[in-house]
């Protein structure tokens, strides 16, 4: 298995532009989350997925962050416009058993907004 | 709701040096307990979990981490660290059904293996 996949692994866009990243869960896993990670603030979760619906989404910042789960094999978080304290490291992690097992993260999307 | 309580935010030792990470949870119920790292530059990576049995657990390592459930405390051990274990190391506990509360991490400890 490939594990969770994330694009792009880097992002630098100016502030105002819309983001977009995207992730791949493990095949087979009906649960996704994103997560933020900042030196300020540490790893938050943003919102979580289970079997494709949004269950909890209270940690979205506010509304320029948008998350969708189309199917089980992909979803995307946008963020639209993008201001610079966006800046971050994104984190998909996905799961079986509604987290019971553990969550295995993808590599991140490091996300610049200057 | 379940918590999560990292009791150093910054560790700093020498090598081959032991070390011992606190964690404390506060939850009611039956619990998965976790321990992942994340090396610089990189992501979360599995440690070690316990479900059930034997509350002593081997990780990957030479890592350890002992369930002590009556003191609600899930502490990471190694004998003797090595400078590439320099990482960020994260608690978290989660019911052991799953649910919607999901996955609860610490705030994580930031540890420096000194040459």
């Known amino acids: 298995d490939a594990g969770v996949i994330q694009s792009p692994r880097h992002e630098v866009t100016e502030m105002g532009q819309e983001v977009t990243l995207r992730c791949k869960p493990i095949s087979g896993h009906n649960s996704l989350f994103w997560y933020r990670q900042t030196m300020m603030r540490g790893l938050e979760l943003l919102i979580y997925?289970?079997?494709?619906?949004?269950?909890?989404d209270s940690g979205m910042p506010e509304d320029r962050f948008s998350a969708k789960m189309p199917n089980a094999s992909f979803s995307t978080l946008k963020i639209q416009p993008s201001e610079p304290r966006d800046s971050a490291v994104y984190f998909c992690?996905?799961?079986?058993?509604?987290?019971?097992?553990?969550?295995?993260f993808g590599s991140g999307t490091r996300l610049t907004v200057v | 709701a379940q918590s999560v309580s990292q009791h150093n935010h910054h560790v700093i030792l020498s090598e081959a040096a032991s070390l011992e990470l606190g964690c404390n949870y506060s939850?009611?119920?039956?619990?998965?307990l976790f321990w992942y790292v994340q090396y610089p530059g990189q992501h979360l990576q599995l440690l070690l979990k316990y479900f059930s049995g034997d509350p002593l657990v081997k990780g990957i390592k030479g890592f350890e981490a002992e369930f002590i459930k009556s003191k609600f405390s899930f502490n990471l051990r190694k004998p003797s660290v090595q400078w590439s274990d320099t990482a960020e190391y994260f608690c978290?506990?989660?019911?052991?059904?799953?649910?919607?509360?999901?996955?609860?991490f610490g705030k994580g400890t930031h540890l420096i293996i000194q040459p």
């Open positions: 992690a996905s799961s079986s058993s509604q987290g019971a097992d553990g969550y295995t």
């Open positions: 939850y009611g119920g039956t619990v998965n």
């Open positions: 978290a506990v989660i019911d052991s059904g799953g649910g919607a509360d999901g996955l609860t």
């Open positions: 997925f289970n079997n494709n619906v949004p269950i909890d």
